[in-house]
């Protein structure tokens, strides 16, 4: 029955797909040929997710979901976002470091910084800054398509002369109507109390779904949200992260992902090289500080006893788990859509994803991971026949734990009927290639089993270990610093109070005296 539920569930959402696109041709495209950049139009025909996108930020109410497309659509073609390239953004813009992608929250969702103290209210260069986020977001939905992210707002040494009230109500737009399920959440750092008045006007501008993202924090408990491996050292952190430019410090795209370790970049030049120096990149790691060196992964030769279970037969796919949604690619299907799920049993170490060539030609594909030492993926270099779908296994190597940073990379590529499906012919065409007829589908790693729920389990059972005690002194610690921090500002605020009383009180007093001597000599 469960399953019938969600059949009919996948019919309803299939039908709104459809209703919203035909719906959105007649009467708005229809109407005005004009209006849009034809990319966004042919986009919205052939991407559900998008479409799916719309629909559930405006909870599948349709008036409102073509109203929320047609915003959007007209805002990109007015920014020329299909065209927006780095040169197209003054220089000094880059420079300052106001605005930058850089690290990972504890949910594994990318950190938007915006350094407020370096924004100053200018009508002049406006237009341009918001071109300057635009590049940002639409760089980032490029690359991780359909990966939420949160934001940072770092007012630490900000004032009255940052607040630009126009500014910040066109960057609660960009995630409340031009990009739909792209704000994870939005922290608001050491926000000063001078900002009250000026918040209280921008909480005006959000919706209730909106409003629930905001999170307000201090030095003392930002931590509830980013692990201090991805926070500066001002903010009670151990990232030594610098900002400059160039080149752009999107860490994450600086490294690419790979089947067997991560590689420099992704030019051509160093992909056509990739085969031949695959031993040399095992021994870097995304993370620089980790000394183990990754052991390779032979995923072509079936060698090893331990490979029986994943040669083909029906014993291979079990306990494998299985996915429930699919991103509809130009070539391939994918399942699942957005994330492999993970989990502390033995049962959650293994996930499926299943690839459905949409194509007449034989499509290769490879999967890359930003984690090689953690995970076994099967097979991870080989080809779909047309109209045909396989099945890969991705298993989590024993003593290894899924984190949320953990990424999968799918890349495919349409085969000429002539090109065998060989090793040696795969690898041949891997290197020539063109990168523009590559198509790229990201994955990221969800944790069934999370932290707290660990806790509470342990805390459930009989026996209380010396570990749990630490970590639940550390979580009161935690609030009374909350609370102290809380009870400071209340104080600073209580003090600036006094301040301005005793100044009036003085003029006051002043002002009288002289009246007195005034009426006395008089």
């Not at 539920?5 to 229809?30: L, N, W």
């Not at 599948?60 to 299909?82: A, C, G, P, V, Y």
């Not at 605020?493 to 006094?498: A, F, G, N, S, T």
């Amino acid at each position: 029955m469960a399953e019938a539920g969600q059949a009919e569930s996948e019919q309803d959402i299939e039908s709104k797909i459809a209703e919203t696109r035909q719906r959105f041709k007649s009467e708005y495209v229809e109407e005005w040929q004009d209006k849009y950049d034809s990319r966004d139009v042919e986009k919205l025909q052939r991407d559900d997710a998008l479409v799916e996108g719309y629909l559930t930020w405006r909870h599948f109410i349709m008036d409102d979901t073509l109203k929320m497309i047609d915003e959007s659509f007209q805002w990109r073609k007015e920014f020329n976002l299909n065209d927006l390239v780095e040169s197209s953004i003054p220089r000094w813009m880059f420079e300052s470091g106001a605005v930058y992608l850089h690290g990972y929250d504890k949910e594994g969702n990318k950190l938007f910084w915006f350094r407020v103290k370096l924004h100053v209210k200018d009508a002049k260069t406006a237009l341009d800054k918001k071109r300057y986020v635009a590049f940002w977001l639409e760089r980032y939905a490029k690359r991780e398509p359909g990966m939420p992210l949160t934001v940072v707002f770092d007012m630490s040494e900000s004032g009255l002369s940052n607040i630009d009230m126009d500014f910040v109500k066109y960057i609660i737009n960009c995630f409340k109507v031009y990009y739909p399920k792209f704000l994870s959440k939005m922290i608001m750092y050491e926000m000063p109390w001078i900002m009250n008045a000026a918040w209280k006007i921008v909480k005006t501008w959000l919706g209730p779904d909106a409003i629930s993202k905001l999170k307000f924090v201090t030095k003392s408990d930002i931590q509830t949200y980013v692990n201090p491996e991805h926070l500066p050292p001002y903010m009670g952190g151990t990232d030594q992260f610098k900002y400059s430019y160039p080149p752009l410090p999107d860490d994450d795209f600086q490294s690419p992902i790979c089947e067997n370790g991560p590689i420099v970049s992704e030019d051509e030049s160093d992909i056509k090289d990739l085969e031949s120096d695959s031993r040399d990149t095992l021994e870097s790691s995304f993370n620089s500080e980790q000394s183990i060196k990754p052991k390779k992964v032979n995923f072509v030769e079936d060698g090893q006893k331990s490979d029986d279970l994943d040669r083909g037969e029906p014993g291979r796919l079990r306990g494998a788990r299985k996915p429930s949604s699919t991103f509809k690619g130009t070539l391939l299907h994918i399942s699942p859509s957005e994330e492999l799920s993970f989990g502390a049993k033995e049962s959650d170490k293994r996930c499926l994803i299943v690839l459905n060539n949409i194509t007449k030609n034989h499509v290769a594909f490879k999967v890359r991971t930003t984690a090689p030492e953690k995970y076994r993926v099967k097979p991870s270099n080989s080809s779909c026949e047309p109209g045909a779908s396989v099945d890969i296994v991705v298993s989590l190597h024993g003593g290894f734990q899924a984190s949320p940073q953990d990424r999968f990379l799918v890349m495919a590529a349409e085969m000429e009927s002539s090109t065998g499906a060989g090793v040696p012919e795969l690898a041949h065409f891997w290197k020539d290639v063109s990168k523009a007829k590559v198509m790229e589908h990201r994955l990221r790693c969800h944790v069934l089993e999370s932290p707290k729920s660990i806790l509470s389990n342990s805390f459930d059972s009989p026996s209380v270990t010396p570990t749990n005690e630490h970590q639940d002194l550390q979580t009161m610690l935690m609030r009374v610093m909350m609370t102290n921090s809380r009870l400071e500002q209340k104080l600073e605020m209580c003090l600036w109070m006094q301040k301005v009383l005793l100044v009036l009180l003085t003029f006051v007093l002043t002002l009288s005296f002289t009246v007195a001597y005034s009426l006395w000599t008089w």
